[in-house]
């Protein structure tokens, strides 16, 4: 890609982000804002730029390219009130082809009260989500990556529950102590509750 390209590229990533950003808790999959590793929490939630080997399927695909080797990571926390949230993610360079990034995505929010339209206890009830993902990244240059993704994923409440696809786009800069980064995440169309049939 030469340097045209590149520019296209941001251009479009620039364009396409405000059209998705969106508050927490008021989209669907919610649960992949969440955050994925305690390095989110030191930066304030942005990893764009600093994202590298596996927790980059996350944040930006595009950081794949900064693993070696092959590389696992994972992450389990306990919330409040039963709330467990789990990451799994594999960064595997293929050397020259470029490198191929495995997530696995799951919030488990335990046994909570059900009801009926009429407000009526019904018993307990389970709820959760998750999300399966590959991603794929490649280096253009020495300083400059880029890197996509696409996931399933399925959220869940009793007997209704919800399936759809995301894709994720990103493009990375290093050189030296600098480093720049831009990514779109989890682009995909509404996801809809729907009761089993």
Known sequence: MNFRGILTSLAIIALVAPLQAQENGVSAADFLNMGVSART???????????DGPISSYYNPAGLTESRVFQVSGMHSEWYQDLRYEFLGMAIPAHSVGTFGLSMTYLGMGEINGYSASNTPTGQISANDWSLGISYARALSP???????????????DDISARSFAGDLGIQYRRQNLGFGLAVMNIGPEIKLSARR
């Open 41 to 51: 929490a030191g930066t304030a939630g942005s990893l764009s730029a600093l994202s």
């Open 143 to 157: 300083s400059i990556s880029i890197g996509t993704g696409i996931k399933a994923i399925n959220e869940k409440l």
